[in-house]
């Protein structure tokens, strides 16, 4: 099976998936955030079998969905700090506050408020209700991923695949001393400490402790920079072997449809992945593309769901 791979195209345009007012700023703001010089592999697939074939030689790689493939891989709260503050001095500050203030009154919401000690497991609990976070969600499964990138997608899509057990040994080039074990954030401080300093071009990645069931459903894992304005292809590129850490597999938007009914066939739905009636109520929208072919006797009878 052949693939076709090219090299980054340079400046990409963006989007953002915050609001349309973000996705149109987000073009006029893209040189603080955009990869420069990142050695990342783009592998463009023509057919949903060629993504299945390229997908089972990733064993054990963790995998990232974006809808559109010119988006760069940023997280939630670096979409929306560089859309809408443009001092980027203040960003650590902002955070800070941001979790503060989390911690303050999460606990109305709570029936158990001590996740809200510990560092990773609150802001993951952030992220799951919609709290702009540094986490980027990854998955470990292709397939989750690829639901992710095509559920709603109207132009050419990407799965990021990222190297996790070759990045468990990584470390920076210039500061080889801040392994994976040093900086993980599961331990006390140590967020405090290599992260919400913004200042240590650095990943983590692995699970929170104690995994809420919207992660265990989506075989979730996530990944954690130590800087909001470097994109994570740009900050793994200062790791030694950084090539082989990161690659972008762009899913061309005519195969969305066969993708989706082969998804649908494997029972990754939003019913599944989100464990809940939120959940039930996002997957009608795939539903609603679904029609078994019956008789028409049976159809009158609404015997088609």
């Known amino acids: 099976m052949r693939y076709r791979r090219r090299r980054p195209r340079g400046r990409q345009s963006a989007g953002c998936c915050l609001s349309n007012w973000i996705a149109r700023n987000w073009r006029h703001n893209t040189e603080s955030c955009q990869t420069k010089g990142a050695d990342l592999e783009e592998i463009s697939v023509s057919t949903w079998d060629e993504f299945v074939s390229l997908s ?7 995998f990232r969905g974006q809808q559109d493939a010119r988006w760069p891989l940023l997280s939630s709260l670096s979409r929306y700090l560089d859309a809408f503050i443009p001092d980027k001095s203040t ?11 989390f911690r303050r009154k999460a606990h109305n919401y709570l029936t158990d408020s001590s996740v809200l000690s510990n560092d990773l497991r609150c802001i993951a609990l952030m992220q799951h209700h ?20 095509l559920e709603s997608a109207v132009t050419d899509a990407a799965v990021y695949a990222l190297n996790t057990p070759k990045l468990w040994d990584a470390t920076p080039a210039k500061n080889p ?5 040093t900086i993980d954030p599961r331990k006390a401080g140590n967020f405090e400490r290599y992260f919400l300093q913004d200042d240590n071009e650095i990943v983590w990645t692995g699970e929170p402790t104690e995994m809420d069931k919207r992660l265990v459903a989506q075989s979730g894992t996530v990944v954690v920079p130590g800087i909001l304005n470097k994109s994570l292809d740009e900050i793994l590129s200062k790791y030694r072997d950084n090539d082989a850490l990161l690659k972008k597999i762009v899913l061309p938007q005519h195969i969305r449809e066969e993708a989706m009914k082969a998804l649908y066939r494997m029972n990754i739905t939003n019913a599944t992945l989100f464990p809940d009636l939120d959940g039930l109520a996002k997957s009608i929208r795939v539903e609603l593309e679904v029609i078994w072919p019956v008789p028409v006797g049976d159809a009158m009878r609404g015997d088609n769901a």
């Open 130 to 149: 919609g709290a702009p976070t540094r986490l980027l969600d990854f998955t470990k499964s292709p397939f989750v991923a690829v639901f992710f990138a």
């Open 177 to 181: 001393a801040l392994n994976r074990e």
């Open 56 to 62: 089972s030689t990733l064993d054990g790689w963790a």
């Open 91 to 101: 960003w650590r500050l902002r955070e800070e506050r941001a979790i503060r203030i």
